[in-house]
């Protein structure tokens, strides 16, 4: 008699997503950090208004160590909105200034603004 989860994804032992091999005989090379502050500089985040009324949350003050593209990734998709590095600094569509707020600072970053 078979069991209840038999032939499920449950019934099996895990396996590696990139290998196939059991959990517990994968050798992969696990995924890369998130990213991180890598120095004690405050960002600065203002949301202003641009053309025809709409919103636009801002990051400044990247520095050349910050992966902007990384971080713009992660910001958009906390926010559920895109955005764009322009210059050297983050711009994400709409007003999402508390969300962002707090996903930098979960990320180690200190926020000015």
Known sequence: MMG???GTIYDRPPRCEHC???ESECRCVPPEPEPRAKSGRSLRLG???RKHGRMMTVVRDLGPDDDAGVLLTRLKNCCGAGGSVQDGVLEIQG???DRVRAELLKLGYR???
């Open 47 to 49: 949301v202003e208004k």
């Open 4 to 6: 209840l989860l038999a």
């Open 95 to 97: 007003a999402h200034a």
């Open 20 to 22: 196939g091999l059991l």
């Open 111 to 113: 926020v000015r603004g």
